[in-house]
């Protein structure tokens, strides 16, 4: 046991090393975020990974309990690939879910594991995240449709996030953003988390969801996936539903030069720390294309 314990700790070190003082943003929504053991690893990893050094950054999702407060309020959820229609009630909804319910708790249960949270989302510091409507286009029919209050990331303050950083703080991103007239605009929180990964020039981006990884054409797992193949499985619909944005993001993120991408499987227990500090992966993990053959 002993041996076990001190292998576990000597394999972390070079990941260790590598990652301390840089910016590693995690994505944190799916199973990782319904039960209660699952969630509390996860605030507990990002608090070691903050103890030695690793600049974390938490970006939250909650579709789930938004579409359940909905329900109890008479609500019904509706999507159009993905993508959630939002009028203006349940933006309002969605706010007070996402900002006055799970940023609370996320921002809780790091501190209960001795970590110091600090809440951010789009009405922040003059306009911390900004998004325009989004004009969306049904990927079947070519029909466009009217989704409401939902938006496009626009711009992250970055500034915020790194003052926040340097003063030993854990920045927890809600998805909700804000237009030009300071109006709330829902967002894929994905899209939100490669933004951050983006204006920071993060090293790694995760995203814990709750499945094992992309599946690909076969229908199975890929361990690991090259952009330009990824792109053909959004384009054949292998890739569907809530996994467009989140494969969207990972490209995006790639492109921006964030060194790896991880959808990683939230319901593993530590699934963050077994991704980011140990030789073992959950999940799959996107590539840059191959360099053609001179
Ligand atoms: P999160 O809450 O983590 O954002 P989502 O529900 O939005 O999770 O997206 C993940 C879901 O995408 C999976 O639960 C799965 O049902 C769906 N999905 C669609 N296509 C794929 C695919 N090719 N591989 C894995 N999951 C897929
Ligand atoms: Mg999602």
């Avoid at 929504?29 to 990893?45: C, E, W």
């Avoid at 970055?158 to 926040?164: D, E, N, Y």
Wanted: charged share 20%.
């Amino acid at each position: 046991m002993p041996d076990t314990v001190a292998r576990a700790l000597t394999e972390a070190l070079p990941y260790v090393q590598r990652l301390a003082g840089r910016v590693v943003v995690v994505k944190y929504g799916g199973a990782a975020m319904k039960a209660a053991d699952l969630s509390d690893a996860v605030l507990q990893d990002v608090v070691l990974l903050h103890a030695v050094g690793v600049k974390v950054v938490l970006c939250h999702g909650g579709g789930p309990e938004v579409s359940a407060m909905g329900r109890r309020l008479g609500i019904e959820p509706r999507f159009v690939d993905g993508l959630r229609i939002t009028d203006d009630e349940t933006m309002r909804v969605a706010q007070q879910v996402q900002i006055g319910g799970i940023s609370r708790d996320v921002i809780g249960g790091i501190s209960r594991h001795g970590g110091r949270a600090i809440g951010l989302s789009g009405h922040d510091c003059g306009g911390f995240l900004r998004a325009t409507p989004r004009v969306h286009t049904d990927r079947e029919t070519g029909a466009p449709v009217d989704l409401g209050r939902v938006g496009d990331v626009t711009s992250v303050d970055g500034a915020v996030i790194t003052g926040l950083l340097d003063t030993g703080l854990i920045p927890v991103i809600a998805p909700v953003a804000v237009d030009g007239d300071q109006r709330s605009l829902n967002v894929n929180a994905d899209s939100v988390a490669t933004a951050v990964a983006q204006v920071l020039g993060a090293t790694r981006l995760v995203f814990l969801t709750d499945v094992s990884g992309i599946r690909g054409a076969d229908g199975k797992e890929a361990a690991q996936v090259h952009a330009d193949t990824l792109e053909n499985w959004i384009q054949d619909g292998v890739v569907a539903g809530g996994m467009i944005p989140k494969a969207e993001a990972c490209l995006a993120a790639l492109r921006a030069g964030v060194e790896a991408v991880t959808v990683a499987d939230g319901r593993v227990p530590h699934a963050l720390l077994v991704e980011l500090l140990t030789d073992a992966g959950v999940g799959t993990q996107v590539l840059p294309a191959p360099e053609p053959p001179c």
